[in-house]
């Protein structure tokens, strides 16, 4: 008789993280499409031609990072890398800066970032923190004025709102919003509208702006179960929740909320950054904790800290969190269901709390 | 061990902040310029021999139970006495490291010291302790200066701490477009630190691997 | 017993010894650091009057305490010390400015800083110091583009050094308006042609007037009860305003604080809800001047322009929020034709927005329409511009 002695539960599922990986990296790269398309036809081919560039620097930069990694470390560098994925990070890096930004810096900040975020911490699946958001912080802390000139020179949208305390003046017009601390894009003598900010027409981080692309995406990854469909529905539903809630309490139009989804990173963070299994809990209720966790502090961070963009800080927060959560919500799920849900109930409350203090301290 | 162990020890095996990690805290945030480097780190050094000497000159009169407010006591009093002297004959360093002299007070490497050797020896050999974790300690805040300031500026500069001339500048200018400012803040300076941090783990370990490959 | 009398005894003997060779020290150092301290002062203060004789002066004339040191140069000027909380909270903005004794800003060198670097550090560069020096005791002078919060700091700090120097060398200074949105003085007698007040029925004492407060709104209603030339009580009826906005203007405490005004005084707008307090003025003045028997038609006001060139047609003004203020605009048409244009915004930003309203009024008459391109840099400025232009035409139509 053969025993099998293997850890249980031996549960195979259909997909491997190979094939998911490739899957994501798909999804990122049909995002990146309508990107260089929109650049093509709103700027011109040289514009393409850059944002193309600038994802050959960043992928470069990663894969030779681990390349090295691997080569110090006397490991294989093929069976390395089909395992680890570099191509993932650094795809998602290029997608979340500007256009003008220089070459240099994306490349640093993707060493850096597969370095410090991911391989001295034991590489793929050990991580704390996500690869992409290390690397974006790394720009902007260290990079904000290596830009390259004669580009886009024009803040983003979001900037602009911020500047304006997050508050759209005029109800169903949002030409004020951009007229207020930089102007928006150069190209467009108008302000972007919702309907541009949802289809993504107008120059902003280069992955970040399409709202509706990114919510197909993440709607067939989602059905393909690559990414958890809990958390980019968790995360959004929050954020337009305190959104709406937020607005409200300054007389802003319904639609509020969705200008909050549309703006920045959300949407992206949301489908791309949030869903990483390495970084976020492992089971459900957790995730839906880690979600919520990450909505209310891009809120706070968006209306109260004087910060351009709170996604990108929100995550990297709740990635530390993480283990907490997941020691939190550990244990057998069918048993602890209820607890979770009373744990994913504080949560809300604390964060419509929290809203309404941010809000009343802001008036 | 003897004293010329000792006296190396306190660079490599037992750095205090590569090694044992002490003092970090007023390294980290000093060690954004090569000046501010040397600077704190002969203060240190100073300071770090003169109490050990103190110290191990009365540990047979001081009684067990008031030791710690003693040595507190001693090493305050010098770090007051060097900072009057600094601010009166070396302004522009006084001025660079600012509250980190004070700082100095409660640096752990000197009560570290005091109470790990200096109470228990005598005054030569503390005073040579003292000497030796003291370059360490400078010679740690020197790397990590080192790194930091040429990442942060491209250049580096060294400056007379008396009258403010100086001595010496290495400019790449060429290499202005390419600096990474975040090396000029904490978190560059915790990325250097880390990563000195493991080349020294890795120095540390050498002789303890090689013997373990020679003894298989 | 004998252990804690000795132990006290060893411990206070060590306190003294050190407080003893510490007072040596201090005796021995002190004078140093002191010369030293003034030869410092005297540096930074050469840098900007070389050569001059420099006696300190007294900082108590000073209101707002940002001015931490003034010193008199003979036959020079002043030099005031300033320091000012900017981005960062922690470290303040260290700078010294010296002002000529005809009122000119000679010199500004910024001594310490800690704002982010490359953007608000830029409070130190020459661009911030270039648009600093030169200008005259009433000039303004401008925020920083994407570094407000510290230039808005510095500008705080430099008006003050500009209040002591007009206290101390006997010179008047206008209040320098500051850069963050203060209440203004108002007064009835303003221009309000912007805000279309416009007396639609009287009823003996009673004026029902509407007024609008925000550009887009609806239109405010109000009643308001005239008697000798003063207001005797004011009412609103209708709220067309934004919402949690513009509320605080037309609250009983508001509006009830109006009550005797004539159209020579000066009336507060409630902070936070200037658009709305504009419309309550407007509505006050029109009612005011229909009892005096004047025309209160906002059509034929002429606007904020000073030129003195007249022009065939009727002159309409709006305004629109530029980059750091309102900008004003004044259209003339000849029937449905665009014959002049006058924009007025003094606080836009000088060699930026101030290129569109240079170049955008002669673009518009030219085009016969705001469907003119933006110049380039200054967006913000020009679309505000158009804006108000757009909401002529569509007013005027």
Known sequence: MKFTFKPSPNYRQPQSTQKIMLELTLGLLVVFGFSVVYYAMAYGASYAVRALLLMAVSLICGVGTEAVWCLALKKNIKDHMQSSFPWVTAIILTLMCRIDISFYALGVSTIMAIFFGKLVFGGFGQNLFNPAAVGRAIIFASFTGSVAADLITSATPTAAIAGHSWLLAIPNSISTVCATSSSCSSALVAAPTLLELILGTYAGAMGETSLLVIVLVGAYLAIREVIDWRVPVTYMGTLFVLATVYGLMFGQPLTYGLYHLALGGAAFGAVFMMTDPVTNPTSAAGRIVFAMGCAILTLMIRVKANLPEGVLYSILLMNMMSPAIEKLMDGNQIKTEKRNWKIVGIVAVVGVVATVLCALANM | ?216 | MKKIIHLTVFLAVVGALSAGVLSYVNDLTAPIIEAQKLAAVKESLEVLYPGANFSELSTEADETGLVSAAYKAEGKGYIYSVQVVGYNSSTPIDFMMSIDNDGTISGYVVLTQQETNGIGSRVADDEFKNTVVGKGINDSISTLSGATVSSTAVVKGINAAKALFGAQAGVSVDTPSDPVVTTPVYTLSDDYSGNSATVVSVDGNTYTVTSTGFPGNSANEYAIVVENGAIVSVTNTVFGDTAGIGNPAVSEDALSSYVGATLTSEVDAVSGSTFTSKSVFAALQAALKNAAGESTDADTDTGASTDNTTVEGDSYTATAFGFGGDVTVTVVLNGSDIVDVKVVGDKETSGIGTNAIDKLPAAIVAADSADVDVVSGATITSTAILEAVQEILDQAQ
């Open chain 2, 1 to 216: 061990m003897n004293r010329k162990e000792n006296f190396i020890a306190g660079f490599v095996k037992e750095n205090p902040v590569f090694g044992l990690y002490l003092g970090l805290c007023s390294a980290l945030a000093i060690s954004t310029t090569l000046d501010n480097a040397i600077g704190m780190g002969l203060c240190v050094t100073l300071i770090l021999t003169a109490s050990n000497m103190i110290i191990s000159a009365i540990r047979k009169i001081t009684p067990d139970e008031i030791r710690i407010p003693v040595y507190i006591v001693v090493i305050a009093s010098l770090v007051s006495a060097v900072e009057m002297l600094m601010a009166a004959f070396m302004p522009q360093l006084y001025a660079n490291l600012g509250v980190f002299i004070s700082l100095i007070v409660v640096n752990c490497i000197i009560l570290g010291r005091a109470e790990a050797f200096a109470s228990k020896n005598g005054i030569l050999d503390s005073a040579l302790d003292g000497i030796g974790m003291g370059l360490g300690y400078t010679f740690s805040l020197l790397l990590i200066s080192f790194v930091r300031e040429f990442l942060a500026t491209a250049s580096w500069t060294i400056t007379n701490p008396f009258n403010n001339q100086v001595i010496l500048h290495v400019g790449l200018s060429f290499l202005e477009p390419f600096k990474i400012s975040m090396f000029s803040t904490s978190t560059g300076a915790f990325l250097t630190f880390a990563c000195f941090a493991a080349l020294f783990a890795v120095l540390k370990n050498k002789p303890a691997k090689k013997e373990k490959k020679e003894a298989k």
